[in-house]
DNA sequence: AATGCTCGCAACCGCTGCTAA
DNA sequence: TTTAGCAGCGGTTGCGAGCAT
């Protein structure tokens, strides 16, 4: 069966894959001994780290994904040569990598718009993510849990007091929710004032969004990031067969903190990718760049989005090794 | 300056639905 | 049809930073 797969894949009717073939490499899939049914297992838990991500980690990963794409959480690690559980690979770029993120605090709109979203949805953080391109879920999360939550409760208990205080003010539970001891506010006050007919003026972006669970559904011609790479030319069960060739090219991304040049890079890919002279323009941008136009290692028919990694390995002497598990 | 407390956020854990074998 | 892994989701925790004493 391997066999017929990659005769398949050298016959170029495989996948749609358009390149030619000279070599394929096939990642082995360590079989899984002693089980029947069933897939392997996610990964090794003896030797998985945990824990804060290091710089080295972030920069792996994220150089990988620019590379590759993300189809696979379960054989990145691998891959990448990380020593995570893939889940917690996945986890770090969604929430913390990604670099469409909106960092930041949250405006007073966005939370009015979480705590309108929240009325209808209840904790389904991933749908409300959903409306808050560059927001994730476990962010939203965050905010819930530890602003909006607390402010929510404190209005409600204030406007509790204000509705019985023309009634009783002796009553032993209602003096909780006014020095704020009580925990029993009802949330149907809460409903009230903000129905949903009185979310109108707010307007939800119809941008899609990119939280976890809806990448797959990443349209790969609106960015690179995530798109299935090319040089993978298939994938035969846990398999990946890849095109060798491009392994010569391979470098790794240097992990940039700074947002606006993920911004610059976003822009640079999405609207100079067949534009040279745009895309050189771009390199006037970081001041004192030592790259030349005519650099080799800027690949001008990807727009340019690699020629930053080209200025940051010259600038800081990075080190890129290749990643270990790519035999 | 040292200590203790609170808060916010990143990351982990466990569960669920789906799906591959 | 059954079994078990995968991806995703939501709840929870642990740790570091900032603040108060």
Known sequence: MEHDFLQRVREKDCLGSVQIVEQVIIFPAVRFQGMGKGRKPCCDKAG???GPWSEAEDIKLISFIQKHGHSNWRALPRLAGLARCGKSCRLRWVNYLRPDLKRGNFTPQEEETIIKLHETLGNKWSKIASHFPGRTDNEIKNVWNTHLKKRLKAKECSNNSLMSSDISTKDSSLNEAL??????????????????????SISYSSQASFSDHQMSDYNPELDHVGAPDPNIVGCHGDEMVVDSNFLDELIEIPFEPNLDLWDLLDGDSKSNRADPEAQSSKLDQIPNCPVSE?????NKEDGGSWWWLVYLENELGLDHDQPKSWN
Request: proline fraction near 3%; aromatic fraction near 0%; charge should be neutral.
């Open 48 to 50: 998985v780290k945990k």
């Open 179 to 200: 020095d704020g001891t009580g925990t029993d506010c009802s949330q149907q006050v809460i409903m009230h004032q903000t129905s949903p007919s009185s979310s109108s």
């Open 294 to 298: 005519s650099d080799s290692r800027i």
